[in-house]
């Protein structure tokens, strides 16, 4: 076909039309990283074709040709072309490729950026759309590609990125893609190959295939992950760390170990400072890649690590995997599954070191990726025990610092046998709770859960150190009961009940249950309120009421479980309700305050579901309460 081949013109994907208006006037401070950009699809590109040549040679199209990057320059067009002889595109993959965001560039990730007009220079790499990252500088830009199938025409791509582009097919001979960036007025310094090269040394230096300036290379490619640890410089593995990851930051930690026994590998990898996941949704783009004898096998190869580890970045290489291994049959290698469990020891094995050497760094790290460890500790058998052991939460003995769980069972009271926890909103609503006031009076510890996927986690765990997890909201509390108040406690004991304070009393709570009998499945003296009046109790193993608040949002029509009313009889308030009640049993002050009571018990425990009638209710009780000042 003549390269006066019709034409067509397509509309760009509304998501990238405002990506590149994002990309060219609002979030790039450094123009110079499309070079790496473009660099790194084309090491990707070079990449594929690679791993094809070294299986089914005979059927690709240019197999002779140099695997290797090119970067040209035509001054007379204000134009920089950067070549490779990779795998090349078809024009339904020109389309996927370059006219819709196909990995994570997402509609809400746009709407984020342009809110925010945060900087994205360290982080584009993320999302799949490096590419666009061109029109920072171009006035326009072309694509000039042949796949490497057989027969495979050859296409040109061209947009100003105005909203539009056009592919037609061309003559075009040599495998791969040529990128042309027509530069604008003012970006001529990227036509001086000693800027592009500098360019090219600060970011793309790692490139396993030559990058050539001018027909002269400028990489230097060293494997350095197969190197012994003391034979590597801190700068070297800074720079690594740039490439692989596509970062600009500081690593949190790094381990990088050759292994010979009982397989030979070595690994490379690093935790990023902050995760960039913003919307708390699991990454469908991770894993490591995967070397034999330094020729890569895959890319983000996740059967070498676990997905709550998505985060780790690096290289694992093995020449104990077979060079042809099928990306089908990675997942089933024993010697994968080997590698897998050791990466994993490894990365536990630097939390901990990291977690008891230097606290502070480690509280950074658990601030980032907390998520993922629950996630481990939630769905790894295997290290559930050593991923608790990285756990941390706030408690009511912590000082507004997180403890581990190891920390909270080295200071429990002597005796006791269960962990005990609290689940809520937030701290100061949690810290709030009239749960807490026994345990405080008794000098208890009690976690602080504040993440909806705590509970859970705690759950499935079941114990730590032979220490069952319970939550406070249940019924039965004898250990705590049974212990001395704690040192601090100044407090002056509440008088005890008369006989006849106890009698009555007992006639008001068969009162209350009569009452609240549509409401509740019980009415109880407490014994564990200090100063609250009441609160709401589960019955002994019920589920808690946050777990069951969860489940009820995931299954609306689930009913809600009746809980425990209990009633603490020294309360001043409580009192007052019984004397009320023994001369004005048929008051309807009185039954309306005991619905009040249960109604700001619920809602203390977060099962409140009758919001308008509480807060009327509550104006019919001030309104009886002025009239009765009034009249004194």
């Known amino acids: 076909m003549s390269e006066n081949q019709k034409q067509e013109v397509f509309d760009f994907q509304a998501e990238v039309k405002q990506l590149l208006h994002i990309l060219a006037y609002s979030l790039y401070t450094h123009k110079e990283v499309f070079i790496r950009e473009l660099v790194s699809n084309a090491s990707d590109a070079l990449n594929k074709i690679n791993y094809y040549q070294l299986t089914n040679q005979s059927e690709i199209y240019g197999a002779d040709a140099e695997l290797c990057v090119r970067i040209e ?44 007009g945060k900087n994205i220079n360290d982080i584009i790499g993320q999302f799949g759309v490096g590419f666009y990252s061109a029109f920072i500088v171009a006035e326009k830009v072309a694509v000039l590609t042949k796949s490497y199938i057989k027969d495979e025409p050859a296409y040109k791509w061209v947009s100003d990125g105005a909203g539009k582009y056009s592919i037609e097919q061309i003559n075009k001979k040599d495998r791969g ?112 890649s995967l070397y034999t004898n330094k020729i890569l ?41 080997k590698i897998r469990s050791i990466i994993v020891k490894s990365i536990i094995s630097e939390l901990q070191v990291l977690l008891n050497k230097d606290r502070k760094k480690y509280t950074e790290f658990y601030k980032e990726y907390n998520r993922e460890l629950k996630e481990g500790a939630h769905s790894d058998f295997e290290n559930r025990d050593k991923l608790a052991k990285l756990l941390l939460f706030y408690s009511s003995q912590s000082n507004e610092e997180q403890i581990t769980l190891s920390e909270y069972v080295n200071r429990k009271k002597e005796g006791q046998k269960e962990i005990y926890y609290i689940s809520g909103a937030d701290l100061k609503t949690i810290s709030k709770s009239p749960y807490l006031e026994i345990f405080k009076k008794k000098g208890v510890e009690v976690l602080y859960l504040t993440e909806a996927a705590d509970e859970i986690v705690l759950n499935n ?46 006639k008001f709570l068969k009162y209350l249950k009569e009452l609240l009998k549509d409401k509740v499945e019980d009415v109880v003296e407490s014994d564990r309120l200090v100063d609250s009046p009441c609160c709401l109790v589960n019955p002994e193993n019920a589920m808690s009421s946050h777990i069951q608040k969860i489940m009820q949002m995931m299954n609306k029509d689930m009913p809600a479980q009746k809980k425990i009313l209990q009633v603490n009889a020294k309360n001043e308030m409580i009192r007052n309700l019984v004397k009320l009640y023994s001369v004005e049993k048929d008051s309807e002050l009185l039954k309306n305050i005991v619905f009040q009571l249960y109604s700001n018990a619920a809602l203390i425990d977060g099962t409140l579901d009758d919001l308008t009638d509480t807060a009327l209710r509550s104006f019919d009780i001030m309104s009886e309460a002025l009239k009765l000042k009034l009249k004194s």
């Open 73 to 116: 320059f035509d001054k007379s067009e204000n134009a920089i072309i950067i070549k490779d002889t990779g795998i090349g595109m078809t024009k339904n993959e020109l389309i996927e490729n370059l006219g819709t965001i196909a990995k994570s560039g997402t509609r809400a990730f746009i709407e984020k950026l342009s809110q925010t």
């Open 177 to 288: 893609t040529e990128v042309v960036v027509y530069l604008k007025k003012d970006e001529k310094e990227f036509l001086e190959a000693e800027r592009v090269k500098s360019v090219i040394q600060k970011y793309s230096n790692f490139i396993r295939y030559p990058i050539y300036i001018e027909n002269k290379k400028v990489n230097e490619i060293e494997a350095i992950w197969t190197k012994s640890p003391s034979q590597v410089k801190e700068e070297e593995y800074k720079e690594f760390y740039k490439f692989i990851a596509h970062r600009y930051d500081e690593p949190i930690f790094k381990i990088h170990k050759v292994v010979d026994v009982p397989l030979q590998f070595s690994m490379l990898l690093y935790c990023p400072e902050k995760n960039y996941n913003f919307f708390g949704l699991p990454e469908k783009e991770y894993g490591l």
């Open 297 to 337: 096998i895959q890319e983000q190869c996740k059967d070498i690590i676990p997905q709550y580890f998505r985060f780790m970045k690096g290289i694992v290489d093995s020449s104990d995997i077979p060079l042809n291994i099928s990306r089908e049959t990675i997942q089933n290698n024993e010697i994968v599954r």
């Open 461 to 506: 765990l079941a114990k730590f150190e032979d220490m069952e997890f319970k939550s406070i909201d249940a019924a039965n509390l004898d250990f705590v009961k049974d212990l001395k108040n704690a040192d601090d406690d100044t407090k002056q004991e509440e008088p005890e009940l008369t006989k006849d304070e106890k009698k009555d009393f007992e």
